[in-house]
């Protein structure tokens, strides 16, 4: 079965040094899990001040800048893995550096037939 971990943190939390070895750490967790085919993908997103919104009213676009709604914890970045079940995704989750500044969220990934495959 395949699970988002949506990595949530504050955006401050981490000086640059750290930032940085937090994206090593990453690479090294995205590789191991791919030797052992559970990697799909995986990507840190710019800060929320690059965001943009987008909602359909009556069927009008409205787009504005930013989050949709202000939080402590931004979503920083994401793992989509393979796991056997929501324990091994715990583990997982367990293992990526944004939890231990920020919290990882885990979701399973509802799989609807027609998509593409990645």
Known sequence: MKYMLLIYMDENALSETEREHC??????????????????????????????????????????????????EQLGG???????????A????????GARAGTVEIRPVLEIAGLPVY
Not at 31 to 39: A, E, N, P, R, Y
Not at 90 to 97: F, K, N, V
């Open 23 to 72: 994206y090593v750490e990453s690479t090294q967790v995205a590789q191991d899990l791919h030797t052992q085919g559970q990697f799909v993908a995986s990507a840190p997103l710019h800060p929320v001040a690059t965001a943009t919104s987008v909602r359909v009213r009556e069927g009008k676009s409205l787009v504005t800048d930013g989050p949709f709604a202000e939080t402590r």
């Open 90 to 97: 715990i583990a997982i989750a367990a293992r990526i550096p």
């Open 78 to 88: 994401f793992f989509l893995i393979n796991a056997q079940d929501l324990d091994e």
